[in-house]
């Protein structure tokens, strides 16, 4: 699978970030300068269960295989998935039975089965209807919580799920109510969420959530951080943070499930 390594082929130029859309239609790709929303297309067209950013990699989730993206198109020979991410240079991916693979430059690995429809990939966590799994030595091992919806591991991991958002620490410490569908972090100073249907943002130390206002009644589905933060809608609309308020622009599909960049 020598693919997974080659396959660097999306980032930022010219001060520019490609922010890839998975939706019911396929992948819109939007160009964001700054924050204004330039071009958009849709440029691979086959619904999407799920979509993750790696440096100068996309990945996604499909009915058909889980592909890496690019001018050709890779399929990964795992078969329909329906949550992905990636771990270091390797793609994880989980299916609805349960089951959850890892592809790297050796190959295809059986990392073990779980209860449940595999909902959320993040570095050696994956999420199910059953709680959070981390990937170990010899397969998968229980790590707490159930009905996940979302996880993030950039810097201090985080977890969405349907009784609100967790932070792990000693343990999984709560850190809002609610039902929780996304957790995003840059590693940094950036961590969002949305609870409840509402972004949230945190404070510097991670302990404070305040609800951020946005120019649109649409429910906010993910978060992906290039130069400027960038939130997808359900209905289709990208947002950009700016200086002053927020930036907007319609992009003409529905049904989306996530967005994520490659920046290097």
Sequence with gaps: ??????????????????????????VVVASLSGPRVGEFGLEYRTPIHDI??????IVVATDEDVTLLGDDPVQLGVGPASAVGFDGEDVIAGDESG?????????????GTVDGTI??????????AAGVYRIVDG?????????????????TPLAATADGLYRLGNGWMALREGDATAATSDGGGRRHAVVDGTLYTASPDGDRWAPVE????EIPVDVAYGDRTAVVTADGTVLVEAEDGWRHQR???GGVVGCAVALD
């Design 1 to 26: 699978m020598d693919d997974i390594r080659e396959k660097r082929i999306f980032g930022g130029k010219e001060g520019r970030t490609r922010l890839f859309v998975g939706t019911e239609l396929g």
């Design 52 to 57: 993750a950013g790696a440096p100068g990699r």
């Design 99 to 111: 089951r959850v693979t890892r592809v790297s430059a050796a190959g295809i690995e059986e990392l």
């Design 119 to 128: 909902t959320a990939i993040d570095g050696t966590l994956v999420g199910t």
């Design 139 to 155: 397969g998968l091992a229980d790590a707490g919580l159930d009905r996940v919806r979302d996880l993030d591991t950039a810097g």
């Design 214 to 217: 946005l120019p649109t009644e």
């Design 251 to 253: 992009l003409g599909v």
